[in-house]
């Protein structure tokens, strides 16, 4: 169930909030008028999600790769590897 409070508790409760946001690593979402308007979360919880789909769009352009043949055998990679160093 997400967590959910009004605008007015950034300011009035803004300590209460990013205590949760790090003990629970799950967002809380505000609300402007009574509709919703931001996610607030903590940076580690931030960082973790953006890793994962920085990781999730590499494994997609890995996946084309093999899907259109652009590979290389394990020693031209190791070749390569060895040029560079």
Do not use: Q, W
Not at 64 to 80: G, M, P, Q, T, Y
């Amino acid at each position: 169930m997400p967590t959910i409070r009004p605008s007015s508790d950034l300011r009035n409760k803004y300590n209460e909030i990013s205590s949760f946001c790090h003990e629970n690593s799950e967002p809380v979402y505000i609300t402007k008028n009574g509709k919703g308007d931001l996610a607030v979360l903590s940076i580690e919880t931030y960082e973790r999600l953006v890793g994962k789909f920085e990781l999730k769009k590499l494994l997609n352009e890995g996946i084309e790769d093999i899907k259109n043949n652009k590979v290389l055998s394990v020693e031209d990679a190791f070749r390569r590897i060895r040029k560079g160093i």
